[in-house]
């Protein structure tokens, strides 16, 4: 099963010190602390999904709009029986980035979903700036 989700902030990205190994940190820690709020077991993270999210992100960021990559070839090559994937563009911290996406249900449906157990995060920053993040969730065969 296959799920693909995008959300885009109201308000334009500014540029951000925060580096982006952490801003994806941040992201996945906020991400477990929403799951724990509401009773879930933690996402952990998994290396093949985040490379596919980091692609993914570098690959949004370079065409300058939010798509979605090919959760079938996702499914396959990090040997998953089920993906998610959010995406987004412009949020300026991980907070807020995760608060959009929580403020979506369908994006808060991957997040809060019972039926995966990995995470991988990718999060690129434009020449402008601009963040492009991905969330790849995922639960091994």
């Known amino acids: 099963m296959t799920t ?3 959300a885009v902030p109201s308000a334009p990205a500014s540029a951000t010190t925060m580096s982006p190994s952490t801003f994806d940190q941040r992201l996945h820690d906020l991400t477990n602390s929403a799951r724990h ?3 879930l077991g933690t996402l952990r993270f998994d290396s093949c999904l985040d490379r596919y999210a980091q692609r ?4 949004m960021a370079a065409q300058q709009r939010m798509f979605h990559q090919n959760l ?3 499914l396959r090559r ?4 089920a993906v998610g994937e959010n995406v987004a563009h412009g949020f300026r911290t991980p907070r807020s980035n995760i608060r959009g996406w929580l403020n979506s249900p369908g994006h808060r449906h991957n997040m809060l979903s ?3 157990t990995r995470l991988g995060i990718g999060m690129v920053r434009d020449g402008r700036g601009h963040t492009w993040t991905v969330q790849l969730f995922g639960r091994p065969a």
Do not use: E, F, P, T
């Open 37 to 39: 709020a509401r009773g």
């Open 114 to 116: 019972r039926k995966y």
């Open 56 to 59: 993914q992100a570098r690959r």
């Open 72 to 74: 079938s070839a996702v």
């Open 4 to 6: 693909a989700l995008a």
């Open 78 to 81: 990090c040997n998953a029986r």
